[in-house]
C-alpha cells in the first residue's frame, strides 16, 4: 500500500486552528511527518468533516 500522501494545498490560512485549505489543526500539521498510515488517514477523514463544517472549498481534486 503507498503511503498517505500530504493533503497540504498551500493556502495555509487559519481559523480558530484549522487550515481553511486542508482542514487540519496546527497541531496535525506539525505532527504530519511523525504520524504512522493510519492516523495520517484518521487526520485525512477528521479534516474533511472539519472542511464540510466550515464550508470551505480550497481542497485538492478528487481523484
Excluded at 22 to 39: H, Q
Aim: hydrophobic share 35%; proline share 2%; glycine share 6%.
Amino acid at each position: 500500500m503507498s503511503s498517505i500522501k500530504d493533503p497540504c494545498i498551500g493556502v495555509c490560512k487559519f481559523a480558530d486552528d484549522v487550515c481553511l485549505g486542508c482542514g487540519r489543526t496546527k497541531r496535525e500539521v506539525k505532527a504530519w511527518k511523525s504520524l504512522d498510515k493510519d492516523e495520517k488517514r484518521a487526520v485525512v477523514a477528521e479534516s474533511a468533516l472539519r472542511l464540510l463544517a466550515l464550508q470551505a472549498t480550497g481542497r485538492r481534486k478528487k481523484k
